[in-house]
């Protein structure tokens, strides 16, 4: 079964610094994708980034880039040069693109960045 | 540009009532879902649907039924509200295939008492 992995709870990051929040993926499918999404304390949730298995490059957004180490099955969202409005909690999410279509998220990180 | 909305935003109910919450998005997009987040378990799938007419369970189906008689909406339906349902439910919806982000509503806190 396809299962998503964030393990860490929480982390502080201080304004201006990078920051790396961990996600691991277990699927036996070839194909599938690999997205970031930010939870802000208003609760929507916004898309950041994503990636594709059969992506050779790893993909960016302006600040937000995504460290994706297929071997090791993961799919680290870096996110640089932190601003206070980055605080927020953040999930990783998978789909398979091909039967059901489901995402399945991590339990997610709560980032505080402090000023 | 309106997305996905969902409605209400808020809802208190009494164990046993019965509701509806509402789903409708207007992107043309085959897949619809249902998540419920709790804290420290992210979100979970409850039910979701790859077109008209059909849907399937998710992780955390009991408790909850689904519909699409259309593309555009797909309402969820809590049959006997238990005080284990309070939670916040989101709504989001993608196109049928391929390596696409869901789009998601804007939430409903849902309380049980």
């Known amino acids: 079964a396809q299962k998503i992995t964030q393990t860490q709870p929480g982390m502080f990051v201080q304004e201006k610094e990078a920051v790396t929040l961990d996600c691991t993926y277990d699927?036996?499918?070839?194909?599938?994708?690999l997205f970031w999404y930010k939870q802000p304390s208003s609760g929507e949730m916004i898309f950041l980034i994503y990636?594709?298995?059969?992506?050779?490059q790893n993909a960016t957004e302006g600040r937000y880039s995504l460290n994706f180490q297929k071997a090791r099955k993961s799919a680290n969202l870096v996110i640089s040069a932190s601003q206070l409005g980055d605080s927020a909690m953040y999930f990783c999410a998978m789909r398979d693109p091909s039967g059901t279509y489901k995402y399945i998220f991590g339990t997610g990180t709560r980032l505080k960045v402090l000023a | 540009n309106a997305g996905v909305t969902q409605t209400p935003k808020f809802q208190v109910l009494k164990t046993g009532q019965s509701m509806t919450l509402q789903c409708a998005q207007d992107?043309?997009?085959?897949?619809m879902s249902w998540y419920r987040q709790d804290p420290g378990m992210g979100l979970r799938l409850i039910h979701y649907s790859v077109g008209a007419g059909i849907t399937d369970q998710g992780e955390v189906p009991n408790g909850y039924n689904v519909s699409r008689s259309t593309t555009e909406d797909f309402p969820l339906r809590l049959l006997s509200a238990a005080p284990s349902q309070t939670s916040v439910y989101f709504c989001?919806?993608?196109?049928?295939?391929?390596?696409?982000?869901?789009?998601f509503g804007q939430g409903t806190r849902l309380t049980v008492v």
């Open positions: 990636q594709g298995s059969y992506d050779e």
């Open positions: 699927t036996s499918d070839q194909s599938y994708g």
């Open positions: 989001a919806s993608s196109y049928g295939q391929g390596v696409t982000e869901a789009f």
């Open positions: 992107m043309n997009h085959e897949y």
